[in-house]
Every structure is written in structure tokens, then in C-alpha cells.
T-cell receptor, first 110, second 123 residues
């Protein structure tokens, strides 16, 4: 059981928008920044969002992040087949004194 | 170019030991928290351990405490993970990752990742 809860899967058609939620608690999301990662198994993960809503250079503005209370959301607009991957949220947990990832969400572009 | 290259993975029997290394280049290694993250077959990403830039502070997930030791040699720009008393459930692809922010004391998010090194624990 992950400390951060994500839906196991989401799907949408090419060109559409999708959101992926990440639910936590006051010991993690509620008091820390959230980052989001794109990952294809067996390859190096990619940082998509840091500080809850900032994009590293090179990440297109189709990707956005937001945080409210103890939940965070990743948004992806203009879906492309190449966006199919697993997406993970992550943050520091002040009670456990460890970094925690969500369980991951598999995005399917229909 | 900022780069991380892991090495040291392999097949080990349950109860055995293994040491992983992560060679870093292209950035001021001593200024960044470094982290090990693993992915077991068919599972999600799992943070394992982190270490501050100076090496003074270390962090571990509960189920590796006492079995895994993270360390770093800033003169060699290398991160290490010594693993002992290995279990089948430690079988995973192990990634090292660099923290996003210079000078942070604990993990803040990871902007550079290696390609991983596979650890298989099996008899």
C-alpha cells in the first residue's frame, strides 16, 4: 500500500486532456512540494513537474501540475500516443522521514 | 552533460551481499542529495535510500534499515549502496538519481536518473 494514492489507470483519446490525481496527507503532500515523473519500465524516469507546478526546461507546456491541500494533480493536454507511460507522484513525508512515491498510474491513449 | 551510470548489479543468493555504485559526471556532485530508487518486476517505483551532499545525513525506507548502507565518495563523484542479508523481494532494477536542488539537506525531487542496474536475488 503506497502512502500516496493514485488511480491505477486512466485513458483518453488523442488530442484530449487527462488528469491524474495523487492523494496524501498533512505529513506529506499537505506540507511539501510534489513532483511528477514519466516512466517506461526498464528506462530512466523523467521529471515532469517539480515544486508542485513547475516544469523543468525541455518539458512541454502540455504538462501541468497543481496542488490543493493534501492532493495534487498532473494534467496532460493534447494527448499523443507517445504519452503512453506510467506516471508517478512523489514527495517527502515528514512523519516517516522518507521520500514516498504514489503507486503509479498507467496512461493509455485510445 | 550530466550523467549517472550505475554498476554492480547481478545474481546473488538469498542472504548474500552486493554493492552497487553510481558514477556521476557533469555537475558538482558534492552539492546534491543523491538517492537510490528501485523497481521490482511488475511493480512501481520505490524509494530506497538517500544521502545528503556531505554524507552527514542518510535516510532509509524501513524495510532496508540495518541491511542496506548508502554512502558517497565526493572525491570520486561516486554514490554507493551496500546491500546485505538480501531477500527475494529485493529483486529489482536499482536506479540512482540526483536531487533537483543544489544544497538541499533531504530529497526534493529527482531531475537526473541513471539507466539502472539489475539485482536478482535467487537460489
Amino acid at each position: 500500500q503506497s502512502v500516496l494514492t493514485q488511480p491505477p489507470s486512466v485513458s483518453a483519446a488523442p488530442g484530449q486532456k487527462v488528469t491524474i490525481s495523487c492523494s496524501g496527507s498533512s505529513s506529506n503532500i499537505g506540507n511539501n512540494y510534489v513532483s511528477w515523473y514519466h516512466h517506461l519500465p526498464g528506462t530512466a524516469p523523467t521529471l515532469l513537474i517539480y515544486d508542485s507546478n513547475r516544469r523543468p526546461s525541455g518539458i512541454p507546456d502540455r504538462f501541468s501540475g497543481s496542488k490543493s491541500g493534501t492532493s495534487a494533480t498532473l494534467g496532460i493536454t493534447g494527448l499523443q500516443s507517445g504519452d503512453e507511460a506510467n506516471y508517478y507522484c512523489g514527495t517527502w513525508d515528514n512523519s516517516l522521514n522518507v521520500w514516498v512515491f504514489g503507486g503509479g498510474t498507467k496512461l493509455t491513449v485510445l | 552533460e550530466v550523467r549517472l551510470v550505475e554498476s554492480g548489479g547481478g545474481l546473488v543468493q538469498p542472504g548474500g551481499s552486493l554493492s552497487l555504485a553510481c558514477a556521476a559526471s557533469g555537475f558538482t556532485f558534492s552539492g546534491y542529495v543523491m538517492t537510490w530508487v528501485r523497481q521490482a518486476p511488475g511493480k512501481g517505483l520505490e524509494w530506497v535510500s538517500g544521502i545528503s551532499g556531505s554524507g552527514s545525513f542518510t535516510y532509509y525506507v524501513d524495510y532496508v534499515k540495518g541491511r542496506f548502507t548508502i554512502s558517497r565518495d565526493n572525491s570520486k563523484n561516486t554514490l554507493y549502496l551496500q546491500m546485505k542479508s538480501l531477500r527475494a523481494e529485493d529483486t529489482a532494477l536499482y536506479y540512482c538519481a540526483k536531487d533537483k536542488f543544489f544544497g538541499s539537506g533531504s530529497p526534493d525531487g529527482f531531475d537526473v536518473w541513471g539507466q539502472g542496474t539489475m539485482v536478482t536475488v535467487s537460489s
